[in-house]
């Protein structure tokens, strides 16, 4: 399945370990001593493996490292990808040619009872100098002080955030605005996540977190807004750190900050990979493929499933029974207000009638212009080479005329095995099709087996 390329950092430094570095409940302190020789963004790549961890499983979620550099307190990392070697890639600040050291420990209070050790396969830091494109969203990107609602260092096992990008939302660096955003694991009383599938096509929630207008230098300025309570913009008036991150303090249960820090650990996650204009805000999971397993784990312990799911019911089921859809949207003729929503109709062998993404239901579907991404709920599994068709319906909320043009599907997949990969898309999926609805020809199929 394409994800982006291009130059997007990930773990491109030199490798700074001869041997695997091992640091556990029992104590151990691995120190390194490493030089660089360039200046600029500094960004962690480790590839780590967390003994007696899953996030699968209560008291067993993840171990946690604590991150000195240059001997001053850096960050926390939570390891979540259990046994499974996964990247983890961290923002160390703005840092000079020449020697440093960066340290790391056990973290006891930041683990579950089940983490043993942590054992790092592999560490690079990468430089991301000051004529990178990349250096503008990696060097500002938040710097998030973890949420403890209820427990000093709860998202070690709960709503972690696992990776963060950005988009400039005015067409580029030079339209002067900047937006970052968070991909969850989980968040605990945000939206239904049956109906978040159907309106997002995120397993994982995505939130904006922090946005604001650069200046001259590339910094992030004025005009800076967080997303706080009830979700609506804050203007911020926090500090920052690092040589130019933002500070925000995860608080609630839904995605939401402060700019004032109240607790003891902070994550930095650097913003490395933007958003396509012509791609949901779900192709990010597929950017990283490893927050459908974490996603998964989580809400299968945590929410209540259909058991066996039942395909003609809105309930929420196994993340295995669906189906994960992206397309290309864009509005040819009408005004964006008139613009109807989009029903995806998925056919699958031996069934008499097609499944619908939201249920037949007119209050599940979202309106909108920007592209579309949901999930369509199968009978239990389904394989991707049972499937039929593919239709799309334009379901319009007003009397206008409209033209909406549909391409793809970019992505069509369900996931697969244990650890929730990434399956397949179908034969013959030209992900480059487009089809035209009308308000007299609203349904069309885009693929057929």
């Known amino acids: 399945m394409p994800v982006p390329g291009g130059d997007s950092h990930l773990g491109k430094g030199k490798e700074l370990l001869e041997r695997p570095a091992v640091v556990g409940r029992g104590g151990g302190v691995y120190r390194l001593r490493f030089a660089v020789p360039d200046a600029g963004e500094a960004i962690l790549n480790m590839r780590i493996v967390a003994a007696g961890t899953n996030w699968g499983k209560p008291e067993q979620e993840a171990g946690t490292l604590r991150i000195e550099f240059e001997g001053d307190y850096s960050q926390h990392l939570i390891v979540h990808g259990g046994e499974s070697e996964t990247l983890y890639q961290r923002f160390l600040g703005d840092i000079g040619i020449g020697a440093h050291e960066i340290m790391f420990t056990f973290s006891p209070e930041g683990?579950?009872?089940?983490?043993?050790?942590?054992?790092?396969?592999?560490?690079?830091?990468?430089?991301?100098?000051?004529?990178?494109?990349?250096?503008?969203?990696?060097?500002?990107?938040?710097?998030l002080y973890g949420r403890a609602e209820k427990d000093s260092y709860e998202m070690r096992k709960s709503d972690v955030p696992m990776h963060a990008f950005y988009r400039y939302p005015q067409g580029g660096p030079t339209g002067r605005e900047i937006e970052f955003f968070y991909v969850y694991s989980h968040l605990d009383k945000a939206s239904d996540p049956a109906l978040r599938l159907c309106q997002t096509g995120c397993l994982a929630p995505i939130e904006w977190s922090f946005r604001g207008s650069l200046d001259s230098a590339g910094h992030v300025a004025k005009n800076m807004t967080?997303?706080?309570?009830?979700?609506?913009?804050?203007?911020?008036?926090?500090?920052?750190?690092?040589?130019?991150?933002p500070v925000l303090q995860a608080v609630g249960f839904e995605g939401m900050f402060h700019d004032k820090r109240v607790t003891p650990y902070c994550i930095g996650h650097p913003a490395l990979e933007m958003i396509p204009d012509d791609r949901p805000l779900a192709w990010m999971q597929n950017v990283y493929p490893d927050s459908y397993r974490t996603a998964a784990y989580e809400l299968v312990r945590q929410a209540k499933l259909e058991k066996p799911g039942n395909p003609r019911s809105k309930a929420l089921?196994?993340?295995?029974?669906?189906?994960?859809?992206?397309?290309?949207?864009?509005?040819?003729?009408?005004?964006?207000?008139?613009?109807?929503?989009?029903?995806?109709?998925?056919?699958?062998?031996?069934?008499?009638?097609?499944?619908?993404?939201?249920?037949?239901d007119n209050r599940w579907l979202k309106p909108g212009t920007e592209p579309l991404a949901t999930a369509c709920k199968l009978p239990p599994g389904t394989p991707v080479e049972a499937l039929t068709e593919i239709a799309v319906r334009a379901v319009p909320q007003r009397r206008d005329p409209f033209q909406l043009e549909l391409s793809g599907p970019q992505v069509a997949f369900c996931l697969i095995g244990p650890s929730y990969q990434v399956g397949p898309m179908p034969a013959g999926v030209p992900a480059d099709s487009k089809i035209l609805l009308t308000r007299e020809a609203p349904q069309a199929t885009i693929w057929k087996a």
Do not use: C
């Open 111 to 143: 683990s579950a009872q089940g983490a043993q050790w942590l054992r790092t396969v592999s560490m690079s830091v990468d430089i991301v100098e000051r004529d990178d494109p990349v250096y503008i969203p990696a060097s500002n990107s938040p710097l």
């Open 226 to 245: 967080f997303q706080g309570r009830n979700h609506a913009p804050h203007g911020f008036a926090g500090t920052f750190a690092l040589r130019g991150h």
């Open 317 to 360: 089921a196994d993340p295995h029974d669906y189906l994960f859809l992206h397309f290309g949207r864009k509005l040819v003729q009408g005004e964006p207000r008139n613009a109807p929503p989009v029903e995806v109709l998925v056919s699958v062998r031996g069934q008499d009638k097609p499944f619908s993404s939201t249920f037949g």
